[in-house]
């Protein structure tokens, strides 16, 4: 491999070389730690056959390591300071396509034809912590083509994607990971491994996309909003989450009664259901509907 960019020594030149300023409202926290690098491209499983789409590549210390074992990687970068560094720093590889977007607004279905012959590819980063819900949840809820997603997060939102009912964490991002895939926690990267250093640990978690559900409800889009509904006010009982937000033209006694059929004491709350029973609910209130 060329010279490594995530040297802490090398990160600091290329950072005072090119007069880059890290922008905080982008979460730009780069890695300085190669042996972190190497695990993450290892635990994504990364081989030559692969297309990787990498979210905001920064100076290019994980797009470089990526580059090394994929046939090809699309870098998306929000940054436009960033692009000539990446210019530079990458000028080695021929097998990396750096795009100045936002990847909230870039056409992912499309990259995934031009690139992969519509086949799915693998989604690797070291993702802004402010974007981590939207890009996740945009990637499984629309049923991108996506075979892994290996990506370094908060460790508390990794907790979260793996969380289950009465965990303090439990939420709409844990039945979305774990109604589409199953995770696995890789490792916990300490704040010491990047610069500048964030206040917290964070983890790198993989996401196999599954190739069937585990659990299927009768309508996905009805399953989805009954958990959103359920976890917007979760102070709220499941019953007054429904009435309140499920606009689905339910009085408070029919929902009552949907609840009661499935056996449930109408003030549960929502964070006391498991997968399953949201599936169960979804097909109560879909039988409902008719
Ligand atoms: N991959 C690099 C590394 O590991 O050192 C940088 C990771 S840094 C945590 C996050 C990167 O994502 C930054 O380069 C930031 O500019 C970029 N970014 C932030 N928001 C973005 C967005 N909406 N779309 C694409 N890139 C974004």
Not at 164 to 182: N, R, T
């Amino acid at each position: 491999m060329a010279e490594r960019i995530s040297t802490p020594s090398r990160t600091k030149q290329i950072i005072e070389e090119n007069g880059f300023y890290f922008k905080k409202n982008f979460g730009q926290n780069f890695l300085i730690d190669s042996n972190i690098l190497d695990n993450i491209a290892e635990c994504a499983g990364v081989t030559k056959e692969d297309c990787v789409l990498e979210i905001g590549p920064g100076i290019g210390s994980l797009t470089q390591v990526l580059a090394e074992h994929a046939r090809e990687v699309v870098a998306i970068e929000i940054d436009s300071n960033l692009i000539p560094i990446l210019f530079k720093t990458l000028a080695d590889y021929d097998n990396i396509e750096v795009r100045n977007q936002d990847i909230l607004k870039t056409d992912i279905d499309a990259i995934i034809r031009e690139k992969n012959n519509d086949r799915p590819i693998k989604v690797v980063a070291n993702l802004p912590y402010y974007i981590t819900t939207p890009i996740i949840m945009d990637l499984l809820e629309n049923e991108r083509k996506v075979d892994t997603i290996t990506v370094m997060v908060q460790k508390e939102v990794a907790e979260r994607m793996q969380a289950g009912p009465g965990d303090k964490e439990y939420g709409a991002l844990s039945i979305a990971v774990q109604y589409y895939c199953d995770a696995h926690l890789d490792m916990i990267v300490q704040p010491s491994c990047f610069m500048p250093r964030p206040k917290v640990a964070s983890a790198v978690i993989t996401l196999k996309v599954l190739p069937e559900r585990k659990i299927a409800a009768k309508d996905e889009e009805l399953f989805f909003h009954l958990v959103k509904c359920a976890f917007g006010q979760r102070r709220k009982t499941l019953l007054n989450c429904l009435f309140n937000q499920g606009n689905l033209g339910f009085s408070k006694e029919e929902w009552t009664e949907i609840l009661t059929s499935l056996g449930w004491d109408p003030r549960v709350r929502g964070e006391a259901l498991s997968i399953e029973d949201f599936a169960k609910l979804t097909d109560a209130v879909f039988d409902a509907k008719q």
